[in-house]
């Protein structure tokens, strides 16, 4: 298997766009979570997925962050508008249980200027 | 809640030398612990894990035990090497609850010297 893919790898945007971040789980892995990675808050678990499902969005910062997933082998997360304390890493992540291992894909760079 | 909290680094070794990095949890159920490791760029990886009380996980030189009367799960290595130098996360899953939160701790960087 691939692993999880993520895309873009980095993003560069303008304060005020939209920006939307893409991740592809292991084919097989019924959840997905998305984490945001800064030098002063650490990872923060954003939302999760259980099967295509939303489960837990408490930690989406605010309403212009969302978070979708239409289908087992695809999410998306979008910032509509972004601002410049959005810039972080965003991870992707995904498992085949609740107490299974995590694989997190290799993360997008976001700055927003 | 559940939390986690690791000793804050960076922690500055120099090669071959002795490896510990502490990490204390609190959780409501019966959790399973983690060590992840993430070098420079990438994601996180799991380093290793432990679903029991007294388990040990252990992977390319390091351990970790799952100390329920401690509610820790200290990581070890005997002897680092600079290919070491990464951020090591503890973690911890918890099935019971009303609500699953996997919850990470802050990290902690290790740097080895030459």
């Known amino acids: 298997d691939a692993g999880v893919i993520q895309s873009p790898r980095h993003e560069v945007t303008e304060m005020g766009q939209e920006v939307t971040l893409r991740c592809k789980p292991i084919s097989g892995h019924d959840y997905l979570f998305w984490y945001r990675q800064t030098m002063m808050r650490g990872l923060e678990l954003l939302i999760y997925f259980n099967n295509n499902v939303p489960i837990d969005d408490s930690g989406m910062p605010e309403d212009r962050f969302s978070a979708k997933m239409p289908n087992a082998s695809f999410s998306t997360l979008k910032i509509q508008p972004s601002e410049p304390r959005d810039s972080a890493v965003y991870f992707c992540?995904?498992?085949?249980?609740?107490?299974?291992?995590?694989?997190f894909g290799p993360g997008t760079r976001l700055l927003v200027l | 809640g559940n939390s986690v909290t690791q000793m804050e680094g960076p922690v500055t070794l120099s090669e071959e030398a002795f490896l510990t990095i502490n990490c204390t949890y609190t959780a409501t159920g019966y959790p399973s612990l983690f060590w992840y490791v993430q070098y420079p760029g990438e994601g996180l990886q799991l380093l290793l894990k432990a679903t029991k009380a007294d388990d040990k996980g252990s992977n390319k030189g390091f351990e970790a035990t799952y100390r329920k009367e401690t509610t820790s799960f200290h990581l070890e290595k005997g002897s680092v090497q600079v290919s070491d130098s990464a951020v090591y996360f503890c973690?911890?899953?918890?099935?019971?609850?009303?609500?699953?939160?996997?919850?990470f701790g802050r990290g902690t960087s290790l740097i080895v010297h030459p």
């Open positions: 992540a995904s498992s085949s249980g609740l107490q299974e291992t995590q694989y």
């Open positions: 973690a911890l899953s918890d099935r019971t609850g009303g609500s699953y939160i996997p919850t």
